[in-house]
């Protein structure tokens, strides 16, 4: 074998090629099977040099041989059995990358021999080798590669064979398979992303679920909150090819672009920055296939926020603020900033699509924030943070049942502040629930989100849901433009600072002329200083602090009121935690107008 060897690395490419067939390739093939495990190792290396040393030629020549003996050692011990006919893994590793080097050599000669190797990859790929797999994944590329839509009546069992690997422990493996799914699904694999995704019919129930368990995984999940970052990376580049190129891409446009949102939020800078620049491109993509229809929303649509509800944004932290109808914003309380991974405002193509596939994914994004893990309900609460940035004025329609989410998710955090038990996942998911409710506060207009937190206030609701919803209505004060807050119940700013006629939904009993005057009017209720509470009324005295310090300009004729409402939570003074969210709002009051010392700015208000 070592003398064959030699003369196959020195022989001359058109002697390699004339003995390949007829003097070589048998003995090698025939000591496959051999006893000893290192004459076994040496034909296999030696049979890879010929087929890399011979080319595409001798690769043909050798395939009628090649094939039948790699199915059957790659292939299982016996019919049905789990144990490889080879024992050794590391030959097993080298016959398999033999039969993907072959494949990638054979080129669409491979087509004569395609069920054989199906055959071998649908045991391999479950072999407890990791570098047996990895060759798999890749010899099933060579494959989809030479043969394409010629594979799809197998295409389909190929992927469900494929997909457990998917959740493999090694990273290494998860990638490869994701390579391998991702220019399989262009062979008529493309209903498999139903199985990915855990997609349930709403109108069909399986037969198999009546008669036991009928459960699903979401691959897709998983790879959106794997532990390793290039996992998730080549998960985002298998999104762009689908997304992009993939013929029945808008079958799968609403339950792939969760992920790619989701994805934007990533911890990992190349991840978030990669998933930004797909949804750029899934932008592009849908101006170019609907110009008609966008023509002229593209020719006279502004491309930055005005001085209405969305004024002055910018993105990251480092756009530049646009200016207000009425005086320049850019340093003002009005300025904007857009959260990460946002440069700018996104393009059109792309808030159309969130637009478009939000309501799909809203109730199930509610739903999940409203569960009991904390990882899970921050990372709702990113998703949604990303959806309301898209969508912006297109968040008005599920206002409702954004902000009762909201308060609920406040509600949830304040009962578990009050134990002594606390989580990073618990601050992030508070984070992002305000960072929300800002958003809505901006691009949504104050009497359609008033309308159902000040019900909210009532006094039919307990004492946790009321600070919840005290809480989310200073989030969504914070991001509210002066120009919204300030105009009067029967008109509303609109962008380049007119006004039009509109109906405010705000509630009868509330005898406000604008939106701030109805949000005094419900926090000056007595019942709500006077709760025994004490998380409520912390939260009434944050509210304050949050109004006089984000919104001097907003709320400073409205001060001593405001103040008022903060010194009456105090009650008796006995509670230490309301003292101090008391003063802290008096001392914001009193910065934030002027007067260095709360004490003579409280003397002033009396």
């Known amino acids: ?363 199930p994004t509610i739903a999940e924030m409203g569960g009991w893990q904390e990882e899970h309900r921050a990372r709702a609460a990113t998703l949604l943070r990303t959806n309301i940035v898209l969508l912006e004025e297109n968040a008005t329609q599920h206002t409702q049942a954004l902000c009762l989410a909201f308060v609920n998710a406040m509600r949830e955090s304040l009962r578990s502040s009050s134990s002594s038990s606390s989580s990073d996942s618990r601050a992030t998911c508070d984070e992002r629930v305000a960072e929300c409710c800002r958003l809505l506060g901006r691009f949504v207009r104050p009497d359609e989100w008033l309308a159902t937190l000040l019900d909210t206030l009532g006094p039919e609701n307990d004492a946790g849901t009321v600070a919840g919803a005290l809480a989310v209505l200073a989030a969504c004060l914070s991001g509210a433009s002066h120009a919204a807050m300030t105009a009067t119940s029967a008109t509303t700013p609109r962008e380049g600072g007119e006004e039009e006629a509109r109906p405010a939904p705000l509630p009868a009993s509330l005898p406000a002329t604008t939106p701030r005057d109805a949000v005094l009017a419900a926090i000056e209720a007595p019942r709500l200083a006077a709760s025994a509470d004490t998380a409520l009324r912390i939260a009434l005295c944050r509210l304050v602090e949050t109004c006089l310090a984000r919104k001097p300009r907003t709320w400073g004729d409205r001060s001593a009121r405001l103040v008022f409402v903060a010194l009456r939570a105090r009650g008796t003074g006995t509670d230490a935690a309301v003292m101090a969210a008391s003063r802290s709002a008096v001392a914001a009051a009193a910065t934030r107008l002027g007067d260095a010392s709360p004490e003579r700015f409280l003397a002033r208000l009396r």
């Open 1 to 363: 074998l070592r003398a064959i060897r030699r003369v196959i690395d020195t022989a001359s490419p058109k002697l390699l090629a004339d003995a390949a067939a007829s003097i070589l390739a048998k003995p090698l093939l025939r000591r496959f099977e051999d006893v000893s495990e290192q004459c076994r190792e040496a034909a296999v290396d030696a049979l890879a040099a010929l087929v890399a040393r011979g080319g595409e030629d001798v690769t043909l020549d050798l395939l009628p041989y090649l094939i039948p003996v790699l199915r059957d050692r790659l292939g299982p011990l016996a019919t049905d059995g789990k144990d490889p006919s080879e024992p050794a893994e590391e030959i097993r590793a080298s016959a398999h990358a033999l039969l993907t080097s072959a494949t990638r050599d054979a080129g669409t000669g491979i087509a004569a021999y395609a069920s054989d190797v199906a055959e071998v990859l649908e045991f391999t790929c479950e072999d407890k080798h990791v570098d047996v797999v990895v060759q798999a994944c890749a010899c099933l590329e060579q494959l989809v590669t030479h043969l394409g839509r010629r594979l799809q009546p197998i295409a389909k069992k190929l992927a469900w064979t494929f997909t457990p690997n998917l959740t493999h422990k090694r990273a290494r493996v998860r990638v490869e398979t994701l390579k391998a799914l991702r220019v399989l699904m262009h062979c008529g694999a493309h209903e498999t992303i139903l199985d990915l995704v855990a997609f349930k019919h709403p109108n069909l129930v399986p037969i198999k679920a009546f008669y036991g368990e009928d459960r699903k995984v979401n691959y897709f999940g998983k790879l959106a909150t794997d532990d390793n970052a290039q996992t998730r990376l080549a998960f985002v580049e298998t999104l762009r090819d689908w997304m992009t190129t993939l013929v029945e891409r808008t079958d799968h446009e609403s339950r792939l672009l969760p992920y790619v949102l989701s994805a934007m939020s990533d911890e990992n800078d190349r991840v978030a920055t990669e998933a930004a620049r797909l949804l750029e491109d899934l932008g592009a993509q849908y101006e170019r296939e609907h110009e008609k229809e966008l023509k002229t929303t593209m020719a006279y649509m502004p491309e930055y926020y005005g001085g209405g509800p969305g004024g002055g944004a910018s993105g990251g932290g480092e756009g530049t603020a646009a200016a207000d109808s009425a005086a320049s914003i850019s340093d003002s309380e009005d300025a904007f900033v857009l959260p990460r991974p946002f440069a700018a405002r996104p393009r059109l193509g792309a808030r159309i699509l969130a637009k478009n596939n939000f309501a799909a994914t809203v109730n």
